[in-house]
């Protein structure tokens, strides 16, 4: 991104744009995002984007919340005549209905594909969740960039647990276990049948030959929190202490969190992808270098 490139924020995002800013010497637009008193979203930039490169800091947790004020943003520079407009979306939400499960669903991760590729010239996210879709290619049209936080869990994870042993609760989560454990920390896969929203079964191999080492579970996402939950109880099951809990995107939705207490779950550490108060890592960093390259 070049000195004369501009971040602007949509709420929520002020932190993660001003220190954008800061480690790449960009300005850090003003802007006035909010309501109509009827509900509707009011869009005023009072940067100059004109002949401007554009990055819109958004992460896409609760999307629902988010969408309209990103896409009405992202016209609005457009519109003022911004050279290239770039979507910095630490979180990518709409990446988990990636398939027609049922007759009649909707695939919503190709419609929200679809209308952000449509909206921005070039994407950059860490860690979309890829599982049916194999590549962010197949869902998004536009250039992108896919940064892996996999490595800062590593990097926590050798920091602050002694003897750990890396795990992943199912099949999806063996590319960051895997790229978090690296070559010097011994990492186990489970295997995860999703029965319903809040109900997981979790198969365990054989952990006997781990015996005596802290478990870290390690995944993409934590939700409901039941598939840290459930991976949690196999390892105690298996005579191993309560794991510590690491993932990159801190969604916590209902009452996940109160849920990892009540099952014994006290040590949790996420990315700062979505602000939360179990964030323990920071991906500020992984971002600037990207944007800089
Ligand atoms: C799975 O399919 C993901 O990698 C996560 O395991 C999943 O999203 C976690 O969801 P929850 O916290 O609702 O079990």
Redesign the pocket.
């Known amino acids: 991104m070049d000195a004369a490139g501009v971040v602007l924020a949509l709420p929520g995002n002020e932190r993660l744009s001003a220190a954008l800013a800061a480690g790449l010497g960009v300005e850090d637009a003003a802007r006035v995002i909010r309501r109509f008193p009827d509900g509707e979203t009011y869009v005023r930039v009072e940067t100059t984007v004109e002949g401007r490169d554009v990055t819109l800091v958004c992460t896409l947790d609760r999307a629902d919340d988010k969408l309209p004020a990103l896409l009405l943003t992202a016209a609005t520079v457009r519109d003022l005549g911004a050279r290239h407009v770039r979507l910095v979306a630490p979180y990518l939400g709409y990446m988990?209905q990636d398939d027609r499960f049922l007759p009649g669903e909707g695939v919503t991760s190709r419609y929200v594909g679809r209308l952000l590729s449509a909206a921005f010239d070039e994407l950059v996210t860490i860690d979309p969740?890829l599982?049916r879709h194999a590549r962010l290619a197949d869902v998004y049209a536009i250039p992108h960039r896919t940064l892996s936080a996999a490595p800062v869990i590593g990097d926590w994870v050798r920091a602050n647990v002694a003897e750990p042993l890396l795990v992943g609760?199912?099949e999806?989560?063996a590319q960051w276990v895997r790229a978090a454990a690296g070559a010097d920390l011994p990492c186990v896969v489970f295997t995860?049948t999703?029965r319903g929203?809040?109900d997981?079964a979790i198969e365990t191999p054989d952990l006997t030959p781990h015996a005596g080492r802290t478990p870290v579970l390690v995944?993409?996402?934590?939700?409901?929190?039941?598939?840290?939950i459930e991976a949690a109880r196999r390892l105690t099951e298996a005579g191993f202490p309560a794991p510590a809990c690491t993932a990159v995107h801190a969604?916590f939705?209902g009452d996940?969190q109160a849920a990892l207490r009540a099952a014994g779950i006290e040590r949790v550490a996420t990315c700062d992808t979505i602000a939360h108060d179990t964030n323990a890592m920071g991906v500020t960093d992984l971002l600037i270098r990207a944007l800089r390259g």
Do not use: C, L, N
């Open positions: 988990r969740h599982h609760p199912d999806e989560s995860k999703r929203d809040h997981v995944d993409d996402v934590i939700s409901t929190g039941r598939t840290m969604v939705s996940a």
